[in-house]
């Protein structure tokens, strides 16, 4: 997480920002391949029982607008990837399953199961036997289904998401940087959240097998994580996720 006062001017704090990374790949040995501008925005909101009765359970339901294109998205994270690998997040529809790991400061691993649902219409999710008969894993959470799902806080932002560069250690793996920002719907002031993130897809998982990285994009990756949290002036140690910023911080 960033101090988002360093982006009152959103492009500038971000040509800013892609200049310390880049000498930071660099000094780690890598090389940014593609530097880039482009920035898509969408409205973003999380979903909840009046008593955070998913949030209470480990889950978090976030529904993303962008022009006539809607997004629900259920996701389970814990610190014991066998806890998340586990949870049932299957849905009545077709969606697209993730599991990640986040490594957050300092070096805290969580896993991330999520299933992401799309479609043209806004989703009716209003009582909670709209979200079960959607994602009937949650069943068992024993949520009475007649329980009102509103905005959780009645908090909805306008998220910008700016991709930074594609970098490389060795002509390894890509890895992608990009910021993300979160403003009130008016998209005044400096932003309410700053985050910075970088990732790299696994290129080839064998069925039964642990995953695997080549050790330059592992080493290349640690040490660059590790100098970004050495820049004190552009962090900000004292914020939350953006998923607890919308469900617990306001």
Request: some cysteine; hydrophobic content about 35%; overall charge negative.
């Amino acid at each position: 997480m960033l101090n988002s006062h360093r982006f009152k001017d959103r492009g500038q704090g971000a040509e800013e920002f892609l200049e310390l990374i880049a000498f930071l790949i660099t000094k780690e040995g890598g090389t940014v391949v593609e530097r880039q501008t482009k920035e898509e925005r969408r409205q973003t909101s999380y979903l909840d029982t009046q008593q955070f009765a998913l949030r209470q359970n480990g889950f978090a339901l976030r529904l993303r607008e962008e022009k006539d294109e809607f997004q629900v998205n259920l996701k389970y994270r814990d610190a014991d990837r066998y806890v998340s690998a586990s949870k049932d997040l299957s849905a009545s529809r077709e969606g697209k399953f993730k599991f990640e790991e986040d490594i957050l400061p300092p070096f805290t691993s969580k896993f991330s199961h999520s299933n992401s649902i799309e479609s043209d219409e806004k989703p009716k999710l209003d009582v909670m036997k709209e979200v079960t008969d959607l994602f009937p894993g949650l069943k068992e959470l024993g949520i009475d289904e007649d329980s009102p799902v509103t905005t959780a806080n009645n908090f909805k932002a306008l998220e910008v998401t700016r991709k930074l560069c594609k970098f490389q250690f060795e002509n390894t793996e890509t890895l992608k940087a990009s910021l993300s920002f979160w403003y009130l719907l008016k998209e005044t002031h400096w932003p309410l959240v700053a985050e910075f993130s970088f990732d790299y897809d696994l290129a080839n998982k064998v069925e039964g097998e642990l995953e695997s990285y080549s050790p330059a994009v592992v080493k290349g990756a640690s040490g660059f994580f590790r100098s970004v949290l050495n820049q004190a002036g552009w962090l900000d140690l004292t914020a939350t996720t953006k998923t607890a910023f919308a469900l617990e911080v306001l």
